[in-house]
Protein backbone atom coordinates (compact mmCIF):
# COMPACT_ATOMS: atom_id res chain seq x y z
CA UNK A 1 0.00 0.00 0.00
CA UNK A 2 1.49 3.31 -1.03
CA UNK A 3 0.64 5.72 1.85
CA UNK A 4 1.45 8.52 0.47
CA UNK A 5 -1.20 8.12 -2.35
CA UNK A 6 -3.94 7.05 0.15
CA UNK A 7 -3.07 10.25 2.17
CA UNK A 8 -3.30 12.54 -0.44
CA UNK A 9 -5.91 11.87 -2.75
CA UNK A 10 -8.01 12.17 0.37
CA UNK A 11 -9.79 15.67 -0.20
CA UNK A 12 -13.84 17.41 0.88
CA UNK A 13 -14.40 16.29 -3.24
CA UNK A 14 -13.04 13.01 -3.48
CA UNK A 15 -15.01 10.07 -3.99
CA UNK A 16 -17.28 11.34 -6.64
CA UNK A 17 -17.83 9.94 -10.53
CA UNK A 18 -15.45 11.60 -13.01
CA UNK A 19 -15.36 12.34 -16.44
CA UNK A 20 -11.83 12.95 -17.69
CA UNK A 21 -10.73 14.61 -21.62
CA UNK A 22 -7.41 14.74 -22.92
CA UNK A 23 -6.04 16.19 -26.44
CA UNK A 24 -3.39 14.17 -27.13
CA UNK A 25 -1.88 16.88 -30.00
CA UNK A 26 -1.97 19.57 -27.28
CA UNK A 27 -1.03 17.30 -24.09
CA UNK A 28 -3.81 18.85 -21.98
CA UNK A 29 -6.39 17.58 -20.02
CA UNK A 30 -9.98 18.84 -18.27
CA UNK A 31 -12.55 17.55 -16.16
CA UNK A 32 -16.46 17.86 -17.59
CA UNK A 33 -17.89 19.44 -14.74
CA UNK A 34 -14.55 21.71 -13.69
CA UNK A 35 -14.35 21.01 -10.85
CA UNK A 36 -11.33 18.67 -10.10
CA UNK A 37 -9.03 20.26 -12.92
CA UNK A 38 -10.59 23.61 -13.44
CA UNK A 39 -9.70 24.51 -16.67
CA UNK A 40 -11.21 27.58 -18.12
CA UNK A 41 -14.76 26.58 -20.02
CA UNK A 42 -16.73 29.11 -22.58
CA UNK A 43 -19.50 27.37 -21.68
CA UNK A 44 -21.18 25.55 -18.67
CA UNK A 45 -24.37 24.51 -19.12
CA UNK A 46 -26.03 21.90 -15.98
CA UNK A 47 -29.85 20.39 -16.27
CA UNK A 48 -30.68 18.22 -13.27
CA UNK A 49 -33.59 16.31 -13.05
CA UNK A 50 -34.97 12.87 -11.21
CA UNK A 51 -33.15 10.43 -12.09
CA UNK A 52 -31.29 12.55 -15.05
CA UNK A 53 -28.52 14.67 -15.16
CA UNK A 54 -27.24 16.82 -18.53
CA UNK A 55 -23.54 18.45 -17.97
CA UNK A 56 -22.54 20.65 -21.37
CA UNK A 57 -19.22 22.30 -21.50
CA UNK A 58 -17.18 23.66 -23.88
CA UNK A 59 -13.44 23.46 -23.34
CA UNK A 60 -10.50 24.09 -26.10
CA UNK A 61 -13.46 24.46 -29.32
CA UNK A 62 -14.61 20.94 -27.71
CA UNK A 63 -18.05 20.68 -26.57
CA UNK A 64 -19.04 17.35 -24.50
CA UNK A 65 -22.32 16.95 -23.52
CA UNK A 66 -22.63 14.07 -20.87
CA UNK A 67 -26.45 12.48 -20.23
CA UNK A 68 -26.46 10.12 -17.33
CA UNK A 69 -29.89 8.21 -16.47
CA UNK A 70 -30.91 5.22 -14.39
CA UNK A 71 -33.48 3.05 -15.87
CA UNK A 72 -36.19 2.35 -13.78
CA UNK A 73 -36.05 -1.39 -14.31
CA UNK A 74 -31.69 -2.06 -13.72
CA UNK A 75 -28.90 -0.82 -10.92
CA UNK A 76 -27.13 0.88 -13.80
CA UNK A 77 -26.24 4.32 -14.56
CA UNK A 78 -26.33 5.27 -18.50
CA UNK A 79 -23.70 7.62 -19.81
CA UNK A 80 -24.36 9.07 -23.33
CA UNK A 81 -21.38 11.41 -24.37
CA UNK A 82 -21.73 12.97 -26.98
CA UNK A 83 -18.69 15.24 -28.69
CA UNK A 84 -18.75 18.42 -30.93
CA UNK A 85 -15.66 19.48 -32.57
CA UNK A 86 -16.01 23.49 -33.16
CA UNK A 87 -12.36 23.68 -34.11
CA UNK A 88 -11.43 23.58 -37.79
CA UNK A 89 -8.85 20.90 -37.44
CA UNK A 90 -9.38 17.14 -36.61
CA UNK A 91 -8.92 16.42 -32.83
CA UNK A 92 -7.82 13.20 -31.71
CA UNK A 93 -8.90 12.94 -28.05
CA UNK A 94 -9.10 10.12 -25.37
CA UNK A 95 -12.01 9.91 -22.48
CA UNK A 96 -11.49 9.16 -19.21
CA UNK A 97 -14.36 7.60 -17.42
CA UNK A 98 -13.43 7.07 -13.38
CA UNK A 99 -15.47 6.37 -10.98
CA UNK A 100 -13.95 5.73 -7.37
CA UNK A 101 -15.65 2.71 -6.26
CA UNK A 102 -16.68 1.36 -2.41
CA UNK A 103 -17.83 -2.14 -1.82
CA UNK A 104 -18.14 -1.76 1.73
CA UNK A 105 -21.15 -2.95 3.84
CA UNK A 106 -18.85 -6.58 4.30
CA UNK A 107 -15.91 -6.81 5.69
CA UNK A 108 -13.26 -6.06 2.22
CA UNK A 109 -10.00 -8.12 4.55
CA UNK A 110 -10.16 -11.36 6.69
CA UNK A 111 -7.56 -11.88 9.52
CA UNK A 112 -4.94 -13.29 7.83
CA UNK A 113 -4.50 -10.08 5.42
CA UNK A 114 -6.35 -11.98 2.96
CA UNK A 115 -8.39 -9.59 0.45
CA UNK A 116 -11.75 -10.04 -0.43
CA UNK A 117 -11.96 -7.11 -2.60
CA UNK A 118 -10.56 -7.38 -6.28
CA UNK A 119 -10.65 -5.50 -10.05
CA UNK A 120 -10.26 -7.31 -13.44
CA UNK A 121 -10.53 -6.83 -17.22
CA UNK A 122 -13.31 -8.22 -18.75
CA UNK A 123 -12.78 -8.27 -22.63
CA UNK A 124 -16.90 -9.47 -23.32
CA UNK A 125 -18.02 -6.58 -21.52
CA UNK A 126 -15.35 -4.01 -22.91
CA UNK A 127 -14.82 -2.92 -20.07
CA UNK A 128 -13.84 -4.09 -15.94
CA UNK A 129 -15.45 -5.54 -13.25
CA UNK A 130 -14.57 -5.12 -9.06
CA UNK A 131 -15.88 -7.67 -6.84
CA UNK A 132 -15.95 -8.53 -2.82
CA UNK A 133 -16.45 -11.96 -2.23
CA UNK A 134 -16.24 -11.71 1.26
CA UNK A 135 -17.36 -15.44 2.25
CA UNK A 136 -20.63 -14.51 4.75
CA UNK A 137 -22.29 -11.97 2.59
CA UNK A 138 -26.05 -12.90 2.94
CA UNK A 139 -26.46 -11.76 -1.19
CA UNK A 140 -24.01 -11.66 -3.69
CA UNK A 141 -24.31 -7.58 -4.83
CA UNK A 142 -21.07 -6.62 -3.16
CA UNK A 143 -19.70 -6.34 -6.92
CA UNK A 144 -19.65 -3.75 -9.97
CA UNK A 145 -18.91 -2.93 -13.71
CA UNK A 146 -18.18 -0.34 -15.96
CA UNK A 147 -18.72 -0.78 -20.09
CA UNK A 148 -17.64 1.47 -23.42
CA UNK A 149 -19.64 0.73 -26.44
CA UNK A 150 -16.15 1.55 -27.64
CA UNK A 151 -13.61 -1.48 -26.47
CA UNK A 152 -11.25 0.70 -24.54
CA UNK A 153 -7.46 1.25 -24.83
CA UNK A 154 -6.68 0.76 -21.52
CA UNK A 155 -8.18 0.46 -17.99
CA UNK A 156 -6.94 0.46 -14.66
CA UNK A 157 -9.01 -0.85 -11.26
CA UNK A 158 -6.75 0.59 -8.86
CA UNK A 159 -7.17 4.11 -7.63
CA UNK A 160 -3.20 4.20 -6.74
CA UNK A 161 -2.58 3.20 -9.85
CA UNK A 162 -4.69 6.13 -11.34
CA UNK A 163 -3.57 8.63 -9.44
CA UNK A 164 -0.30 8.05 -9.30
CA UNK A 165 2.35 8.48 -6.32
CA UNK A 166 1.95 12.14 -4.84
CA UNK A 167 -1.15 13.00 -7.13
CA UNK A 168 -4.88 13.51 -6.55
CA UNK A 169 -7.81 13.53 -8.82
CA UNK A 170 -6.79 17.38 -9.91
CA UNK A 171 -3.71 15.86 -11.99
CA UNK A 172 -3.37 12.17 -11.88
CA UNK A 173 -0.66 10.35 -13.73
CA UNK A 174 -2.95 8.35 -16.02
CA UNK A 175 -3.89 11.88 -17.23
CA UNK A 176 -0.41 13.34 -17.54
CA UNK A 177 0.98 10.11 -19.36
CA UNK A 178 -2.06 10.08 -21.94
CA UNK A 179 -3.23 6.06 -20.77
CA UNK A 180 -4.28 4.20 -18.12
CA UNK A 181 -1.86 1.55 -16.70
CA UNK A 182 -4.21 -1.89 -17.23
CA UNK A 183 -4.22 -2.53 -13.34
CA UNK A 184 -5.83 -5.34 -12.13
CA UNK A 185 -6.27 -4.75 -8.47
CA UNK A 186 -6.80 -7.05 -5.21
CA UNK A 187 -6.06 -5.77 -1.80
CA UNK A 188 -6.38 -2.30 -2.42
CA UNK A 189 -8.90 0.69 -2.81
CA UNK A 190 -10.85 -0.04 -6.27
CA UNK A 191 -12.08 2.02 -9.10
CA UNK A 192 -13.25 1.64 -12.47
CA UNK A 193 -11.58 3.71 -14.97
CA UNK A 194 -11.60 3.32 -19.00
CA UNK A 195 -10.13 4.64 -21.80
CA UNK A 196 -12.05 5.60 -25.03
CA UNK A 197 -10.21 6.93 -28.17
CA UNK A 198 -12.19 8.86 -30.37
CA UNK A 199 -10.62 10.96 -33.05
CA UNK A 200 -13.67 13.60 -34.08
CA UNK A 201 -13.45 15.61 -37.33
CA UNK A 202 -13.35 19.59 -37.62
CA UNK A 203 -17.55 20.39 -36.71
CA UNK A 204 -18.45 16.59 -36.55
CA UNK A 205 -20.38 15.61 -33.85
CA UNK A 206 -19.46 11.57 -32.59
CA UNK A 207 -21.16 9.98 -29.42
CA UNK A 208 -20.53 6.73 -27.36
CA UNK A 209 -22.06 5.33 -24.20
CA UNK A 210 -20.67 3.93 -20.68
CA UNK A 211 -22.93 1.92 -18.42
CA UNK A 212 -21.36 1.41 -14.71
CA UNK A 213 -23.81 0.01 -11.82
CA UNK A 214 -24.02 -2.58 -9.23
CA UNK A 215 -23.67 -6.72 -10.70
CA UNK A 216 -24.58 -10.02 -9.07
CA UNK A 217 -21.45 -11.60 -10.92
CA UNK A 218 -22.77 -15.62 -10.32
CA UNK A 219 -25.40 -14.54 -12.22
CA UNK A 220 -23.29 -12.58 -15.06
CA UNK A 221 -25.22 -9.58 -14.62
CA UNK A 222 -22.27 -7.49 -16.39
CA UNK A 223 -23.07 -9.49 -19.69
CA UNK A 224 -27.10 -9.31 -19.07
CA UNK A 225 -26.39 -5.26 -18.98
CA UNK A 226 -23.91 -4.76 -21.67
CA UNK A 227 -26.00 -6.67 -24.21
CA UNK A 228 -29.00 -5.05 -23.18
CA UNK A 229 -27.54 -1.74 -23.18
CA UNK A 230 -24.71 -1.25 -25.41
CA UNK A 231 -23.21 -4.26 -27.17
CA UNK A 232 -23.27 -2.85 -30.64
CA UNK A 233 -22.62 0.90 -30.79
CA UNK A 234 -24.34 0.87 -34.39
CA UNK A 235 -27.60 0.23 -31.96
CA UNK A 236 -26.91 1.45 -28.90
CA UNK A 237 -28.33 4.97 -29.70
CA UNK A 238 -31.69 4.20 -30.49
CA UNK A 239 -31.51 1.82 -27.10
CA UNK A 240 -30.36 4.40 -25.03
CA UNK A 241 -33.42 6.95 -26.64
CA UNK A 242 -35.76 4.42 -25.40
CA UNK A 243 -34.43 3.62 -22.40
CA UNK A 244 -34.27 7.25 -21.41
CA UNK A 245 -38.18 8.04 -22.47
CA UNK A 246 -39.03 5.21 -20.33
CA UNK A 247 -36.85 6.71 -17.07
CA UNK A 248 -38.59 10.44 -17.97
CA UNK A 249 -42.33 8.86 -18.55
CA UNK A 250 -41.06 6.49 -15.02
CA UNK A 251 -40.50 9.66 -13.10
CA UNK A 252 -43.35 12.17 -14.53
CA UNK A 253 -45.92 8.92 -13.19
CA UNK A 254 -43.95 9.55 -10.04
CA UNK A 255 -44.79 13.99 -9.89
CA UNK A 256 -48.01 13.19 -11.17
CA UNK A 257 -49.54 11.01 -8.48
CA UNK A 258 -49.64 13.44 -5.83
CA UNK A 259 -49.53 17.31 -5.39
CA UNK A 260 -48.23 19.85 -2.36
CA UNK A 261 -50.44 22.62 -2.51
CA UNK A 262 -49.68 25.89 -0.39
CA UNK A 263 -48.95 29.28 -0.70
CA UNK A 264 -45.46 28.99 -0.73
CA UNK A 265 -44.26 27.74 -4.57
CA UNK A 266 -40.96 26.59 -3.88
CA UNK A 267 -41.95 24.28 -1.34
CA UNK A 268 -44.79 23.06 -3.43
CA UNK A 269 -42.10 22.14 -5.90
CA UNK A 270 -40.18 20.25 -2.94
CA UNK A 271 -42.93 18.44 -1.55
CA UNK A 272 -44.54 17.48 -4.83
CA UNK A 273 -40.71 16.25 -6.77
CA UNK A 274 -37.93 16.07 -4.88
CA UNK A 275 -39.41 14.73 -1.56
CA UNK A 276 -41.23 11.92 -3.24
CA UNK A 277 -38.09 10.65 -4.65
CA UNK A 278 -36.08 10.95 -1.67
CA UNK A 279 -38.74 8.97 0.40
CA UNK A 280 -38.55 6.63 -2.75
CA UNK A 281 -34.84 6.31 -2.87
CA UNK A 282 -35.21 5.54 1.01
CA UNK A 283 -37.47 2.46 0.76
CA UNK A 284 -35.71 1.23 -1.76
CA UNK A 285 -32.43 1.92 -0.89
CA UNK A 286 -32.52 1.84 2.86
CA UNK A 287 -31.69 5.18 4.65
CA UNK A 288 -28.09 4.17 5.58
CA UNK A 289 -25.86 2.71 8.71
CA UNK A 290 -27.43 3.81 11.92
CA UNK A 291 -31.18 3.42 10.59
CA UNK A 292 -33.56 0.47 11.91
CA UNK A 293 -36.81 -1.56 10.57
CA UNK A 294 -39.24 1.57 12.17
CA UNK A 295 -37.60 3.49 9.78
CA UNK A 296 -38.18 1.45 6.62
CA UNK A 297 -41.34 0.75 7.60
CA UNK A 298 -42.60 4.65 7.78
CA UNK A 299 -40.70 5.28 4.04
CA UNK A 300 -42.72 2.58 2.67
CA UNK A 301 -46.35 4.33 4.89
CA UNK A 302 -45.06 7.44 3.39
CA UNK A 303 -44.74 6.02 -0.23
CA UNK A 304 -48.28 4.71 -0.26
CA UNK A 305 -49.23 8.28 -0.45
CA UNK A 306 -47.58 8.79 -3.50
CA UNK A 307 -47.56 5.34 -5.81
CA UNK A 308 -48.75 5.55 -8.75
CA UNK A 309 -49.14 1.81 -8.90
CA UNK A 310 -52.46 1.00 -7.17
CA UNK A 311 -51.17 -2.85 -7.29
CA UNK A 312 -48.20 -1.77 -5.45
CA UNK A 313 -50.02 0.15 -2.67
CA UNK A 314 -51.93 -3.72 -2.59
CA UNK A 315 -49.02 -5.21 -2.42
CA UNK A 316 -47.30 -2.87 0.13
CA UNK A 317 -49.49 -2.50 2.46
CA UNK A 318 -49.54 -3.42 6.07
Known sequence: MNYATTLTYKSEDAGDKILYVKDMDKNIFWDVGWVYTKRKYSKFHHIYGLNTSKIITTTLNIEVELTIFVPPESPVEIWKIKVYNDSSNKRKLSFFPFIETCLTGMSTYCARYDSFIFGKFDKNIQGVTIHNHEHSR????????????????????????????????????TLQNGKCSNSESRGELLCTALQIKLSVPAKKTKEFFIIAGVIDDAKNEHKKYFNKYIKSQQEAAKKISVYFSRTINDRQKLINSASFISPNKELNHMATNWVKQQVDYCLHFSRGWGKGYRDTLGDAQAALIFSASPEWRKDKSF
Open 138 to 173: PINKYNGMMSSSIPPSSFDTSIKSFLGTYNDFHNPT
